[in-house]
């Protein structure tokens, strides 16, 4: 998952040009992320984001060890020191985190028990580059049950929690991640996990394409056994969708970013509950009565519109796509332009993916007290910019809360500095991180047992069936019961019985 | 339309076999409807359709007049004799009508308004096959506006009304339609529409295929001059489909059936208010408390659930798709299986366009007064045919309203004997109907001006932003106020400012 | 029930001067309501009211029989002639009816076991003056079968079912009451209920308060033997406790028109399904993101909200109670005042009980199209009067749907001429009627087995302990379960096992 | 407001007798709160609560001033020594936590500026014991300006904020509180209060019971010059009844806990919000598609559930009160045994105000991770006792969330050890706060100004009329406009033009 990639709101799915940012190019990590918490653990920062974070610490920050990892000798109780964490001797802690993690990730588990039998990975080589969390552990985990040998390293150079990549790395993972990693430490731990003796990867699985990037650059011949990329990131699936127009993706990769599951999950279910947390969390406020602006109505929109709506807020909706803004009518939304309504309003709340939505014009004319926050793609929709004048004064209220306070008084609380309130004042359920986890393992295992020309050198979507299997994973959670097909039925509906049971361009 | 196109539920988008049934084997015209009655008119009523309808009286039934229209010598009041209709005399009552359908379809007005300089249809010849309504009229009249020529024909036999077809004929325009036609009325008006001296059409507009069929059996050299087909039918979008892929499809086609926006109202936004219109005009039942299971959880599924839930029943769903069933839970229904809450509930409703969804054995469990209806494609959800033996008796207690009595005394509430219940029992908005006739209305002018080459043989979705221009044509009906992207905003983006908004994958 | 009593909005409870009309000043009878159609039928029609009704015919209208029912000489199967209804010979047809009630009358069913054995009515002689419809049959038969003699007049003169009171007759009942009563067959009636030889009642069932003034004004001695009153309607128990005031009151009366339970279906619960029903049934019109200003949100004004605000309306709402206002906010309403919001709404809706709230200088302001209706306490809300002047005209395009067109070609869409939409357009649930019959029969029993000096000649509500039974007696309508307390739970409390469970004062 | 006053359940008003715990009897204290954060600063927590808090520090706590305030000698900056609080110099502090909170007490300041001109409190002289909070200080400083003079001491040992009582005392007004009181120190600030040289309370403003009850024993006399008591927890509120009906009441006292307003802010709105944020807050859950019990459906249950169902959970209710559980019904839930669902229900709430809701067989079947809180009275609902048992363990997973383990494995999540949720891990938004105080204000002005003889030595609710007034100054915050009656409505309706609008016994 990347920042901001749950969220795009109605018209924020072209990956513009800008973000197409290889590594080489990487000169803005030193305007980047200063540490990931707790909180947004789960989060992949990409490292082609512009978008910054801050956020509370996590509890194993106050390590005053200030030797380098890479410095460090250190072997897990096998012997083993075919790992680089922080220290190997929190893996107790990290245990305990991973198994809290496996409870609230029924889908993998059971993934484990179904497929374990026929070990679907066996001879698997993955290289793997994502957050490393409790979760990622539980998918690591799940992927050495089915067969698989795993060397991984972090997507992001803050997002890394030390005490799980120790538990890892004591089990026998060779991990190479920690919090902190400079630039320099960051591919040096990608590096570590391709450029072995004696092992190859045969599988990739990427978050953000730094990993896949590398490859390219350093060990192209690498390619020929590669039997497939899995890339989760709107900004890594658009760097493979930009190799393979320009005819250089050399092995079959899938994009699972845009599986109707993880969509659902990833924007509607969550917004709907995070957009409520976020403003709670940091402004104690009360929804009742109170007059709101989202602007977009995609997914992220529909999301918090609905929450919102169902507090007793008035709520009002901005959109530049007709088909959206007649679907907020039906839904029994106004359909404004943002200036109509800007005086009024006590929240304003992006969620468009678009720049510039909420500009310097409109903050002057927002009255007393407006509350303003982004839920959208990055930290671009709210000109935050545009507010570091010098008659302008700022004053951090809380953490993630600023006011903006004018010459005549009159103050904005502007949370998360305009960065994504989800991310930054929020959770992300672990059913949620549970959704894209099983969402990877299945296209790890579909992408490396498909027959020989199924997949071409292309970029694919994760096959309806799997789509469909990744719900069904889940559906125990509920105690749902799901009906099946008679022999009959299917016949009729020319379906097969086991699904896939709709056409690719069902909307749900 | 289709009786049920607007009603597929969640598993009901393969047409299967048995419903490509060419004209050629009508000898079901016999069992089918009786009449459809105007509550029902703007529905299409395909000849393919295997359902039945009875439905309230249209006030013109009562016409003494038993001479056949084909036997009348019949002109308009400019001498004009090239049309066949009931009764020309009825013309002013149908003006009325047409002129308040006119104030409920302003984007077909506003269409007339701003393509009119520009005549975007000179020169086109078309011909038209639909139930003929004063919708109907509405669009043929803004088609004639836009500067086609038309020559119209009913697509029903029974959904004609008449004095809409006498004032259209009155003001010039050919039309061969009347309510009660027979098999052979029917054919005989169709082959007066195609088949005149010295005008060949170039454009089909056709509801259910049959007009198609009609010129590709009888007339095939036509289609040498013919631009293209739009279709709005699932029927007859399957059977354009059917071949194309025989490779027989001569001329591009236009399916106009699955728009987003004509989906989006035909199913979800026009089913979550017919189901509580529907069942109470029938039974005059209170909803608060009430326990229902809706099977199938589409967008027709989703519709009444959500319009259930506001109104204070506890809903059920059942499900055979996963990703649907995941929605239903994340939506807040119980998923089961029929058979686990067959017993309690007090309304059990299908959405499926599956068959024998609800079974004798099921309708064996139910309790006392226990209300069964069908929302879904067709009549084979409920297996009504079961109910038909001799233990049962079978007492109509209201128009559409049967109580089957079991030999101890329990009642089932059967509606509208299993056919669709929005069709029989409520209305369609005519701002649903707008969005149909708009959509038709620019797919038709999409392939006459299309430059060579943009449309080969093939069958075609209506283009994205010809979707988005119906949707914005509706948006004043709301106040509602579009915002448009700033220049900078269209190229951070990636967009053109005027659209199309999103990829076509985009499942809103 | 009275017509609107059902339906007070948020400042509609006080009973204006003007209400207090006794029967003598009747000179208003002609102006009153033409009939009541069978959707009305268990409304009551107060005598006192001075709004009119019309509505779809009955289907025993069509009797030829031109004989007045006093003129005939009837006797039922077992040859008892003290009744007089329209004609016995309809009474099998009223019995079945009456069955059909019985079945949807779960409660009154369940006291009549659940009593019988103790006969708690034996001794009553109940003097009854109601709508006579198959749901009071059902409360009738029950009082029968609780012990009581019955005899019966109608309270409305158009109002009876005349199959019903012939069922009624056939079963023995002294019924009588007739469809199209004249103002002197209406005391008549009455009279031949009271003024019997050897029979004197010692209990009081009114709905309206005409029975009780009878009393008062020819036969006071008979309050001698009279244990009480029980009254439903707002006019009646208005009447009571003007009595009480001026110390004329001079047996125990109960108002059982503002028990909880009748209140929240009533109005809440009815209304929030009656606002739709009736809008569609008159208009067939879409609710999805139409703008609606609801005047008054009081029980009636909250259920007319709630509806149209999850079928996606816009909703504004107009108070002059600030408590009521404060909880409109937090329900997410916007609060205006009407002239904000007249000229951009699509539906206005009255629920106030006040006067003259849409004035004409609003209706000159509405848009085209605008449709104006009442579901507040009479006929008064809409000032309908300002509308009959020469520039304006008036267009009946339906039952109960009038088109009033100004100079300019702008319609305004009247429903019911300013009555009650929901009586005159839509259904009352029997559900809700159950509930008010079985408060009715509670009443009765309560009043007639009070010991001595329990209650003086003064106006009581239900007792609590009543109210709760009434709605437990409709528990199992839902398969609900309650909860019983512990007696160690019980004595925390402070509280009866059995209830009463709240203090007088609770809201509810 | 009391701890759970905002939250009984639908059966919880009974004060039962074990709530009557005078302050001589308070051995219980020692087992108490070992403080209060500055989440829940204000929420009151009477003497008489067993209920016990843990929460985030003050951050003001740090101080290592181990001195005890009354050791110390402090003078303001005007050399006035008459306060004893922690340490003076934090005024400024305290000051801008006054400013922030004076912004979001709008109606106290708009009573401020409309009652200042004519000082309504002119000569008064209120002795307060209250949670000492910013809200509070703006309370008082509201009461300052209207003319009073003011005493003050802390209703509770632990939730002072010190720095506001500072710049209380900075500005003038005798404050004696501290943060972590001795019992010693308590009333020893009380008396500070009331036992000065020259100075004699005439009013009494208490919030729990104490203050009034500390001058019943010591100064009896002091009741000679009193106008009244004002009083808003329920425990303070039910001592006065007892003391009312042992006719030793001896001046007018205002049960300001049952107004309206203040009911259905703390109860219903706040409820609704709260439930979500205490859920997130403690265990970042998701809601859609879970099950949940909701034990009690008065206002708080109401709240509750209807929050919970809009985020997509599926729930259940269980009551004890017919007429609370046919609502339930009606507003769609299934209504429920708690034993029948609690084997498959991920979340159980408590809002009963009773005793051993969830006992130990209930928490022995619940599934694994099941969650268990409480919204209602006070800690005894569920049987947390019952859960010390040796062969469970207990698990401490965050603040305010405990894992009890099974033998089997098999654990609970409890949140805050049953105490109440939303005050243990929520926050009560300032408008409510706002609601509350400015009910105390107006209660105070009615009282001082009465003529004589308008209230005699019993307990009164707030009159109607100045119920409606703190609801219309509340009005403006939602820029919300009320409608103003004309002459002739007011008349018609029998209407003062001003209100109070509705009878004592509307139950909104």
């Known amino acids: 998952m990347e920042n901001g990639d749950g969220n795009e709101g109605a018209s924020a799915f072209h990956v513009p040009e800008w973000m197409i ?11 980047r992320p200063t ?7 789960s989060r992949s920062i990409s490292q082609s984001s512009t978008d910054s974070y801050s956020s509370a610490a996590s509890y194993t920050d106050s390590s005053d060890d200030e030797t380098s990892p890479r410095d460090k000798q250190q072997k897990n109780s096998k012997g083993n020191s075919d790992f680089c964490v922080k220290n190997i001797k929190q893996a107790e802690f990290g245990r305990r985190e991973i198994e809290i993690a496996e409870q609230e990730m029924p889908a993998l588990m059971a993934l484990r028990k179904r497929a374990q039998g026929e070990k679907p990975l066996a001879g698997a080589k993955i290289v793997g580059c994502t ?8 998918l690591m985990e799940t992927l050495g049950a089915l067969g698989a040998q795993c060397r991984w390293a972090a997507c992001n150079i803050y997002s890394t929690l030390n005490e799980v990549a120790a538990a890892l790395a004591e089990s026998g993972f ?19 996990c391709v450029n072995v003796e004696g092992w190859q990867p045969n599988m990739i699985l990427d978050d953000g394409g730094d990993l896949t990037h590398w490859i390219y650059k350093k060990y192209p011949n690498m390619f020929k056994k590669i039997k497939g990329i899995v890339e989760e990131s709107v900004t890594g699936v658009h760097r493979l969708y930009q190799l393979s127009k320009a005819g250089k993706l050399c092995v079959p990769a899938m994009n699972v970013n845009d599986s109707v599951t993880k969509q659902k999950f990833d924007n509607l279910y969550c917004c709907r509950e995070s957009i409520l947390d976020g403003l709670k969390r940091t402004t104690d406020m009360m929804f009742g009565g109170k007059q709101v602006v989202v602007c977009g109505y995609g997914e992220v929109g529909k999301g918090c519109c609905a929450a919102l709506k169902a507090m007793g ?8 796509d007709p088909i959206c803004a007649l679907q907020a009518c039906m839904d029994g939304f106004r359909l404004v332009k943002l200036s109509e309504v800007i005086r009024q ?30 839920m959208g793609h990055s930290n671009t929709e709210i000109d935050v910019a545009s507010l570091r004048t010098p008659e302008l004064t700022w004053e951090r209220v809380r953490s993630q809360v600023d006011h903006v306070i004018w010459p005549d008084g009159k103050r904005i609380v502007l949370l998360a500095e305009g960065r994504l309130l989800n991310l930054s004042c929020s959770t992300v359920p672990t059913f949620v991180l549970s ?15 498909a027959p020989e020309g199924r997949y ?8 309806k069936k799997m789509d469909e299997y990744v719900a069904s994973l889940h559906l125990p959670t509920f105690d749902a019961h799901l009906t099946e097909l008679t022999d009959e039925q299917a016949k009729y509906l020319g379906l097969n019985k086991n699904g896939p049971f709709k056409p690719n361009y069902y909307r749900y």
């Open 435 to 449: 959704i894209t986890a099983t969402t990877q393992a299945l296209a790890l295992i579909e992408l490396y047992n």
């Open 35 to 41: 540490k990931i918490g707790r909180r947004s653990l």
């Open 345 to 374: 309003v006590d929240i304003v709340i992006t969620c468009t993916g678009n720049k510039n939505v909420v500009t310097r014009e409109h903050l002057d004319r927002m009255k007393n007290s407006c509350i303003v926050c982004n």
């Open 313 to 320: 807020s008035i709520v009002y909706v901005t959109e530049i």
């Open 456 to 463: 071409k050198q292309d970029v694919y979507l994760l096959p």
């Open 21 to 31: 940012q290889f590594a080489d190019q990487k000169q803005e990590f030193n305007k």
């Open 174 to 192: 060779p991990v190479f991640a920690w919090k902190g990693e400079s630039e320099d430490d960051f591919w040096w731990c990608i590096d570590r």
């Open 131 to 138: 957050h490393i969390t409790a979760q990622t552990a539980v």
